[in-house]
């Protein structure tokens, strides 16, 4: 243990180790004499180990990885012709170099390296300005194949589908209480992401006025 290193009767350890080390000794000796006694050459009668398995067992072949090196999504987004001149004003830093941006990597098209999936939100209220899908090329190249730019909308990978949620208002909302929201599954098929099926969601609400306790209560 390290908390007795340097501790305890080191005699007894050192007439210990002598003792094994003089036994592992005469074990070398007499089976170095049996081997010379029978006329054998030891392992040297197998003859000399092949040399391409030497080098096929030292150097085995790995796999590729299916995801890709850090995508700088802020210069995709601002770069991408597809996306709108409203999104671009928004992806700006809200501290230091700090950009209100969600980045996420998985398999949805199926191709050579992982799709990436960019959110783009607000600074102050982190609401989804604008989701999109980048699909890998090769090479570092990436191509949009698909986009949503009516707010609030997040996307995310869910079991290899895209799943973007879109929040609902009704009049008078605050920006921080939807009244609900639909959830929108969409599957890659034929070069293009196609809706699978969808969701709505209403968010618990009391109707009316809170009632007033009961007098005496």
Not at 21 to 44: M, S
Request: charged share 20%; hydrophobic share 35%.
């Amino acid at each position: 243990m390290r908390g007795l290193t340097g501790t305890g009767p080191t005699r007894s350890r050192t007439s210990a180790r002598a003792a094994i080390t003089a036994t592992a000794v005469l074990a070398a000796v007499v089976l170095f004499a049996g081997g010379c006694g029978t006329g054998g050459t030891g392992a040297r009668d197998e003859g000399p180990a092949r040399a391409d398995s030497v080098a096929s067992a030292a150097a085995p072949v790995a796999s590729p990885s299916r995801i890709p090196e850090r995508v700088d999504a802020v210069r995709l987004i601002k770069a991408d012709p597809a996306v709108s001149a409203q999104v671009k004003r928004e992806l700006e830093p809200c501290v230091a170099d700090e950009y209100p941006i969600d980045v996420s990597y998985g398999n949805l098209t199926g191709g050579a390296v992982d799709d990436v999936v960019v959110n783009v939100l607000t600074c102050g209220d982190a609401v989804g300005v604008g989701s999109y899908v980048y699909r890998g090329q090769g090479g570092g190249a990436y191509v949009n194949v698909f986009s949503a730019e009516e707010p609030p909308v997040y996307a995310e990978i869910d079991r290899g589908d895209l799943v973007v949620t879109k929040q609902v208002y009704d009049r008078g909302d605050p920006v921080s209480s939807p009244s609900g929201e639909n959830v929108i599954t969409y599957r890659w098929a034929s070069g293009r992401f196609g809706e699978e099926y969808r969701t709505h969601n209403d968010y618990g609400q009391v109707a009316g006025p809170v009632p007033s306790p009961m007098p005496g209560s």
